[in-house]
Protein backbone atom coordinates (compact mmCIF):
# COMPACT_ATOMS: atom_id res chain seq x y z
CA UNK A 1 0.00 0.00 0.00
CA UNK A 2 1.33 3.34 -0.74
CA UNK A 3 1.05 5.34 2.52
CA UNK A 4 1.64 9.18 2.78
CA UNK A 5 2.39 11.19 6.30
CA UNK A 6 2.47 14.86 5.83
CA UNK A 7 4.03 17.60 7.70
CA UNK A 8 6.65 15.89 10.32
CA UNK A 9 8.53 19.11 10.48
CA UNK A 10 11.55 17.13 12.77
CA UNK A 11 11.15 14.04 10.77
CA UNK A 12 10.37 12.17 13.78
CA UNK A 13 8.00 9.61 12.40
CA UNK A 14 10.06 6.95 10.51
CA UNK A 15 12.35 6.86 14.24
CA UNK A 16 9.44 6.08 16.40
CA UNK A 17 8.46 2.79 17.61
CA UNK A 18 5.14 1.97 15.79
CA UNK A 19 6.38 2.94 12.27
CA UNK A 20 7.51 -0.64 11.98
CA UNK A 21 4.12 -1.75 12.43
CA UNK A 22 3.76 0.06 8.42
CA UNK A 23 7.59 -0.17 7.02
CA UNK A 24 6.57 -2.98 4.73
CA UNK A 25 4.70 -0.68 3.17
CA UNK A 26 5.97 2.17 0.49
CA UNK A 27 5.61 5.11 2.65
CA UNK A 28 6.38 8.95 1.72
CA UNK A 29 7.03 11.58 4.64
CA UNK A 30 6.80 15.21 3.74
CA UNK A 31 8.97 17.39 5.91
CA UNK A 32 7.72 20.52 4.54
CA UNK A 33 4.20 21.88 4.71
CA UNK A 34 1.77 23.31 1.69
CA UNK A 35 -1.65 24.06 1.63
CA UNK A 36 -1.24 24.65 -2.66
CA UNK A 37 -3.86 22.45 -4.14
CA UNK A 38 -1.93 21.71 -6.98
CA UNK A 39 1.18 20.50 -5.29
CA UNK A 40 -0.95 18.48 -2.84
CA UNK A 41 -2.46 16.78 -5.88
CA UNK A 42 1.00 16.13 -7.08
CA UNK A 43 2.46 14.59 -3.96
CA UNK A 44 -0.77 12.13 -2.99
CA UNK A 45 -0.80 11.39 -6.62
CA UNK A 46 -0.58 7.60 -5.59
CA UNK A 47 -1.15 7.75 -2.38
CA UNK A 48 -3.86 5.29 -1.04
CA UNK A 49 -3.61 5.91 2.41
CA UNK A 50 -2.92 9.15 4.18
CA UNK A 51 -1.76 10.10 7.68
CA UNK A 52 -2.40 13.23 9.10
CA UNK A 53 -1.09 15.24 11.83
CA UNK A 54 -3.99 16.86 13.66
CA UNK A 55 -5.44 19.52 11.95
CA UNK A 56 -2.19 20.89 9.97
CA UNK A 57 -3.23 19.86 6.64
CA UNK A 58 -6.73 21.46 5.14
CA UNK A 59 -8.17 17.91 2.61
CA UNK A 60 -10.89 19.80 1.17
CA UNK A 61 -12.75 18.92 -1.42
CA UNK A 62 -11.45 20.76 -4.03
CA UNK A 63 -7.99 18.31 -3.40
CA UNK A 64 -10.23 15.06 -2.70
CA UNK A 65 -11.82 14.94 -5.97
CA UNK A 66 -8.44 14.94 -7.51
CA UNK A 67 -6.74 11.91 -5.75
CA UNK A 68 -8.62 8.82 -7.67
CA UNK A 69 -6.23 6.06 -5.92
CA UNK A 70 -7.11 7.52 -1.83
CA UNK A 71 -8.96 5.25 -0.06
CA UNK A 72 -8.84 6.39 3.49
CA UNK A 73 -7.54 9.45 5.80
CA UNK A 74 -6.23 8.22 9.19
CA UNK A 75 -6.06 10.65 11.95
CA UNK A 76 -6.42 11.20 15.61
CA UNK A 77 -8.59 13.83 17.23
CA UNK A 78 -11.06 15.81 15.69
CA UNK A 79 -11.41 16.83 12.05
CA UNK A 80 -12.42 20.31 11.32
CA UNK A 81 -10.19 20.33 8.48
CA UNK A 82 -11.75 17.08 6.42
CA UNK A 83 -14.37 17.21 3.82
CA UNK A 84 -15.67 14.47 5.07
CA UNK A 85 -19.41 14.97 2.74
CA UNK A 86 -16.62 14.97 -0.18
CA UNK A 87 -14.49 11.96 1.45
CA UNK A 88 -18.02 9.94 1.23
CA UNK A 89 -19.07 10.69 -2.05
CA UNK A 90 -15.53 9.33 -3.11
CA UNK A 91 -15.68 6.54 -1.13
CA UNK A 92 -12.81 7.45 0.73
CA UNK A 93 -12.97 6.61 4.97
CA UNK A 94 -11.90 8.83 7.28
CA UNK A 95 -10.85 6.81 10.76
CA UNK A 96 -10.46 9.20 13.46
CA UNK A 97 -10.40 7.72 17.21
CA UNK A 98 -11.93 10.58 19.09
CA UNK A 99 -11.43 9.69 23.19
CA UNK A 100 -9.55 12.59 24.53
CA UNK A 101 -6.00 11.37 26.14
CA UNK A 102 -4.19 13.10 28.65
CA UNK A 103 -1.33 15.30 27.35
CA UNK A 104 1.57 15.43 30.11
CA UNK A 105 3.50 17.09 27.24
CA UNK A 106 1.34 20.40 26.94
CA UNK A 107 0.77 20.85 30.87
CA UNK A 108 4.60 20.18 31.47
CA UNK A 109 5.27 23.12 28.72
CA UNK A 110 2.76 25.67 29.57
CA UNK A 111 4.72 25.27 32.79
CA UNK A 112 7.92 25.87 31.00
CA UNK A 113 6.72 28.73 29.55
CA UNK A 114 5.17 30.33 32.83
CA UNK A 115 8.87 29.88 34.41
CA UNK A 116 10.60 31.04 31.16
CA UNK A 117 8.34 34.09 31.06
CA UNK A 118 8.70 35.02 34.51
CA UNK A 119 12.84 34.38 35.08
CA UNK A 120 12.81 36.08 31.31
CA UNK A 121 15.48 32.87 30.72
CA UNK A 122 15.39 33.06 26.67
CA UNK A 123 16.61 36.75 27.21
CA UNK A 124 19.12 36.01 29.51
CA UNK A 125 20.49 33.40 27.73
CA UNK A 126 20.56 35.57 24.66
CA UNK A 127 22.37 37.79 26.78
CA UNK A 128 24.95 35.63 28.35
CA UNK A 129 25.45 34.51 24.26
CA UNK A 130 26.16 38.12 23.48
CA UNK A 131 28.81 38.67 26.36
CA UNK A 132 26.41 40.06 28.93
CA UNK A 133 26.31 38.88 32.67
CA UNK A 134 22.56 39.76 34.23
CA UNK A 135 21.56 42.10 31.99
CA UNK A 136 17.31 41.91 32.81
CA UNK A 137 16.17 43.99 35.22
CA UNK A 138 15.31 40.70 37.32
CA UNK A 139 12.78 38.37 36.95
CA UNK A 140 9.51 37.39 39.16
CA UNK A 141 8.87 34.70 41.52
CA UNK A 142 5.73 32.42 41.57
CA UNK A 143 5.41 31.13 44.99
CA UNK A 144 2.13 33.29 46.59
CA UNK A 145 0.98 34.63 43.13
CA UNK A 146 -2.31 34.03 41.58
CA UNK A 147 -2.85 31.30 39.04
CA UNK A 148 -5.85 32.03 36.94
CA UNK A 149 -6.89 28.85 34.90
CA UNK A 150 -9.24 29.43 32.02
CA UNK A 151 -10.82 26.24 31.11
CA UNK A 152 -10.96 23.32 33.70
CA UNK A 153 -10.52 20.20 31.57
CA UNK A 154 -7.52 17.57 31.21
CA UNK A 155 -4.76 20.01 30.65
CA UNK A 156 -6.39 22.86 32.74
CA UNK A 157 -6.53 20.53 35.85
CA UNK A 158 -2.87 19.44 35.80
CA UNK A 159 -1.52 22.97 35.02
CA UNK A 160 -3.79 23.84 38.36
CA UNK A 161 -2.27 21.21 40.47
CA UNK A 162 1.03 22.60 38.63
CA UNK A 163 0.31 25.77 39.63
CA UNK A 164 -0.62 24.30 43.72
CA UNK A 165 2.36 22.61 43.93
CA UNK A 166 4.63 25.84 43.11
CA UNK A 167 2.50 27.80 45.97
CA UNK A 168 0.22 29.75 44.22
CA UNK A 169 -3.03 30.60 44.62
CA UNK A 170 -5.67 29.11 41.69
CA UNK A 171 -7.96 30.97 40.23
CA UNK A 172 -10.65 28.71 37.53
CA UNK A 173 -13.04 30.06 35.00
CA UNK A 174 -15.18 27.83 32.82
CA UNK A 175 -18.28 26.43 32.39
CA UNK A 176 -20.65 25.60 34.95
CA UNK A 177 -19.82 21.64 34.62
CA UNK A 178 -16.04 21.93 34.81
CA UNK A 179 -16.37 24.74 37.53
CA UNK A 180 -18.10 22.49 39.72
CA UNK A 181 -15.23 19.51 39.40
CA UNK A 182 -12.92 22.93 40.11
CA UNK A 183 -14.86 23.32 43.55
CA UNK A 184 -14.90 19.82 44.14
CA UNK A 185 -10.82 19.53 43.61
CA UNK A 186 -10.90 22.50 46.46
CA UNK A 187 -10.02 25.15 43.72
CA UNK A 188 -11.31 28.79 44.26
CA UNK A 189 -13.68 29.69 41.25
CA UNK A 190 -14.29 33.27 39.59
CA UNK A 191 -17.50 34.43 39.61
CA UNK A 192 -16.88 36.59 35.97
CA UNK A 193 -14.57 35.97 33.50
CA UNK A 194 -13.41 39.42 33.95
CA UNK A 195 -12.49 38.55 37.36
CA UNK A 196 -10.17 35.73 36.29
CA UNK A 197 -8.24 38.32 34.20
CA UNK A 198 -8.31 41.21 36.36
CA UNK A 199 -7.35 39.18 39.56
CA UNK A 200 -4.35 36.70 38.35
CA UNK A 201 -0.78 37.34 37.79
CA UNK A 202 -0.55 34.27 35.49
CA UNK A 203 -3.84 33.53 32.88
CA UNK A 204 -3.48 30.46 31.11
CA UNK A 205 -5.82 29.22 28.47
CA UNK A 206 -7.50 25.94 28.46
CA UNK A 207 -9.96 25.84 26.54
CA UNK A 208 -11.07 23.74 23.38
CA UNK A 209 -11.20 25.86 19.92
CA UNK A 210 -15.18 25.27 19.21
CA UNK A 211 -17.54 28.07 16.81
CA UNK A 212 -18.86 29.03 20.29
CA UNK A 213 -15.34 29.78 22.25
CA UNK A 214 -13.57 31.51 19.14
CA UNK A 215 -12.68 34.76 19.81
CA UNK A 216 -13.71 34.37 23.51
CA UNK A 217 -10.72 36.30 25.20
CA UNK A 218 -11.53 39.85 23.67
CA UNK A 219 -9.09 43.35 23.95
CA UNK A 220 -11.28 43.71 27.01
CA UNK A 221 -10.40 40.77 28.79
CA UNK A 222 -6.51 41.89 28.13
CA UNK A 223 -6.95 45.19 29.00
CA UNK A 224 -8.19 44.90 32.39
CA UNK A 225 -4.94 41.97 33.10
CA UNK A 226 -1.95 43.42 35.45
CA UNK A 227 0.96 45.41 33.50
CA UNK A 228 3.21 42.85 35.39
CA UNK A 229 0.62 39.78 34.26
CA UNK A 230 1.44 37.22 31.97
CA UNK A 231 -1.19 35.26 29.67
CA UNK A 232 -0.18 32.02 28.03
CA UNK A 233 -1.86 30.04 25.26
CA UNK A 234 -1.08 26.34 24.73
CA UNK A 235 -4.72 26.12 23.55
CA UNK A 236 -5.17 27.34 20.43
CA UNK A 237 -5.22 30.96 18.73
CA UNK A 238 -8.74 31.26 17.66
CA UNK A 239 -9.28 31.62 21.49
CA UNK A 240 -7.96 35.39 20.88
CA UNK A 241 -9.41 38.08 19.22
CA UNK A 242 -7.01 38.88 15.73
CA UNK A 243 -4.70 41.12 16.59
CA UNK A 244 -5.79 41.75 20.56
CA UNK A 245 -3.11 39.88 21.95
CA UNK A 246 -0.60 42.11 20.45
CA UNK A 247 -2.07 45.46 20.74
CA UNK A 248 -2.86 44.82 24.53
CA UNK A 249 1.06 44.30 25.10
CA UNK A 250 2.10 47.01 23.57
CA UNK A 251 -0.19 49.28 26.38
CA UNK A 252 1.20 46.77 28.60
CA UNK A 253 -1.79 45.03 29.90
CA UNK A 254 -1.03 42.38 29.93
CA UNK A 255 3.08 43.14 30.63
CA UNK A 256 4.16 39.39 29.19
CA UNK A 257 2.65 36.47 27.25
CA UNK A 258 3.57 33.35 26.45
CA UNK A 259 2.33 31.99 22.83
CA UNK A 260 2.45 27.85 21.32
CA UNK A 261 -0.16 28.39 18.98
CA UNK A 262 -0.89 30.38 16.38
CA UNK A 263 -3.65 31.61 13.65
CA UNK A 264 -1.59 30.25 10.37
CA UNK A 265 0.89 27.65 11.27
CA UNK A 266 3.59 26.92 10.14
CA UNK A 267 5.25 30.15 10.68
CA UNK A 268 8.21 30.88 8.80
CA UNK A 269 10.74 33.30 8.02
CA UNK A 270 9.65 35.07 11.87
CA UNK A 271 7.98 37.91 10.19
CA UNK A 272 5.14 36.65 13.56
CA UNK A 273 4.55 40.32 15.16
CA UNK A 274 4.77 38.55 18.67
CA UNK A 275 8.25 37.10 17.69
CA UNK A 276 9.74 40.88 17.57
CA UNK A 277 8.74 41.79 20.92
CA UNK A 278 10.74 41.29 23.95
CA UNK A 279 8.17 40.60 26.33
CA UNK A 280 6.78 37.06 24.32
CA UNK A 281 8.42 34.05 24.64
CA UNK A 282 7.01 31.90 21.11
CA UNK A 283 7.46 28.36 20.96
CA UNK A 284 6.59 26.40 17.44
CA UNK A 285 3.58 24.52 18.25
CA UNK A 286 5.27 22.16 20.81
CA UNK A 287 2.72 20.99 22.91
CA UNK A 288 1.96 17.67 22.26
CA UNK A 289 5.07 17.29 20.11
CA UNK A 290 6.71 14.74 22.45
CA UNK A 291 8.04 11.63 21.50
CA UNK A 292 5.64 9.79 23.91
CA UNK A 293 2.86 11.50 22.57
CA UNK A 294 3.62 11.20 18.77
CA UNK A 295 4.42 7.56 19.45
CA UNK A 296 0.65 7.15 20.93
CA UNK A 297 -1.01 8.75 18.36
CA UNK A 298 0.63 7.32 15.75
CA UNK A 299 -0.38 3.76 16.94
CA UNK A 300 -3.61 4.68 16.64
CA UNK A 301 -2.99 5.70 13.03
CA UNK A 302 -1.70 2.92 12.08
CA UNK A 303 -3.46 0.66 13.88
CA UNK A 304 -6.73 2.47 11.57
CA UNK A 305 -4.77 1.64 8.34
CA UNK A 306 -3.64 -1.54 8.97
CA UNK A 307 -7.03 -2.85 10.02
CA UNK A 308 -8.43 -1.38 6.29
CA UNK A 309 -5.86 -3.71 4.91
CA UNK A 310 -7.39 -6.64 6.97
CA UNK A 311 -10.77 -5.49 5.54
CA UNK A 312 -12.46 -4.74 9.13
CA UNK A 313 -11.69 -0.71 9.34
CA UNK A 314 -12.46 0.93 12.86
CA UNK A 315 -13.17 4.60 14.22
CA UNK A 316 -14.91 4.84 10.54
CA UNK A 317 -16.33 8.74 10.70
CA UNK A 318 -17.93 8.17 7.48
CA UNK A 319 -19.59 4.43 7.15
CA UNK A 320 -21.47 5.41 4.19
CA UNK A 321 -18.23 5.48 2.47
CA UNK A 322 -17.36 1.86 2.90
CA UNK A 323 -17.85 0.04 -0.77
CA UNK A 324 -18.48 2.81 -2.06
CA UNK A 325 -14.81 3.49 -3.41
Known amino acids: MNITLLDDYQD ?10 IAHHNVTIWRDHTKDIDELAERLRDTEALCLLRERTPIRAALIDRLD ?17 ACTRRGILVCSE ?11 LTWG ?29 LHGKSLGIFGYGRIGKMVANYGRAFGMQVLVWGRESTLVKARADGYETAATKQELFSKCDVVSLHVRLVPETRNTVTSADLACMKPDALLVNTSRAG ?10 LRAGHPGMAAVDVYEDEPIIGGQHPLLKMDNVVCTPHLGYVAREDLNRMFTKIFD ?22
Not at 98 to 108: C, G, I, Q
Not at 239 to 248: C, Q
Open 69 to 85: KLRIISQVSVYPHIDVD
Open 12 to 21: TLRTLPCFQT
Open 113 to 141: LVIASFRRIPQEMASLKRGGWQTCSGGLG
Open 239 to 248: LIEPGALETA
Open 304 to 325: QILAYERGAPINVVNPAAIGRA
Open 98 to 108: TASHLSYATAE
